[in-house]
């Protein structure tokens, strides 16, 4: 199955600063990326995804950005508010479209 | 939230002892989900199912067993529960179980304790 490997598992930045998660992947197949947040003893939510038929998607101060030919896919936060802290998690899906394939996720920590 | 619910939220129970996790779903999506989560491994899938009677291994089936008998209801069923199964389950759901037309939606988890 599919392979996808998240870095760092910790960051920490300060207030409007900004954040960068990356992503790789192993299956070539993967066309679809989506990124969870999940905040201290809460569900993982969906905040952004992208597919692979386009290079970047942005949503107010995130925006996802997927290279195919290197397999791998990038978070990113601009202006970093407190409310930013929480975990997120990439995932992909390889061939088999029924099943997510998660990465081990980033504890993100913004410093007032 | 989509409407996934989870039950129990919480449990404290012996090695060795039988354990039933239940989700339920009032959104009549064909696809449901159980995921395991553990520091340091991010969420690993257990069993899937794609219907009504229908289900399917993940990554991390072993010691786990699941069951379907309605669109709405998802059971997880650990057989003999050991220390290594203690957890936090979370359920997903997913209307079409094609993941580049339609994302997954979790329920709020329960946490287990293996004792």
């Known amino acids: 199955g599919e392979n996808v490997e998240q870095h760092p598992s910790t960051l920490s930045v300060q207030e409007g600063d900004s954040a960068v998660i990356k992503c790789t992947y192993s299956?070539?197949?993967?066309?679809?990326f989506p990124w969870y947040k999940q905040e201290l003893g809460k569900r993982p939510q969906l905040i952004i995804d992208?597919?692979?038929?386009?290079g970047e998607k942005k949503d107010q101060r995130i925006a996802v950005t997927l290279n195919k030919t290197a397999k791998h896919f990038s978070l990113h936060i601009t202006e970093t508010q407190p409310e930013d802290s929480a975990v997120y998690f990439c995932a992909g899906t390889g061939y088999n479209f029924n099943k997510f394939y998660f990465g081990s996720g980033t504890k993100l920590n913004v410093k007032p | 939230d989509a409407g996934i619910t989870q039950s129990p939220r919480h449990k404290v129970t012996e090695t060795g002892t039988p354990v039933t996790l239940r989700c339920h779903q009032t959104e009549n999506h064909r696809y449901m989900y159980w995921y395991r989560q553990d520091p340091g491994h991010g969420l690993r899938l257990i069993h899937y199912s794609y219907g009504v009677k229908d289900t399917d291994k993940g990554e991390v089936s072993d010691g786990y067993s699941v069951s379907r008998s309605k669109t709405e209801d998802f059971l997880l069923t650990l057989e003999s529960a050991t220390s290594s199964q203690t957890s936090v389950y979370f359920c997903a759901i997913s209307e079409s179980g094609l993941a580049d037309q339609e994302t997954q939606y979790f329920g709020p988890g329960t946490r287990l304790l293996v004792l």
């Open positions: 992208i597919r692979s038929n386009v």
């Open positions: 299956d070539s197949a993967s066309n679809y």
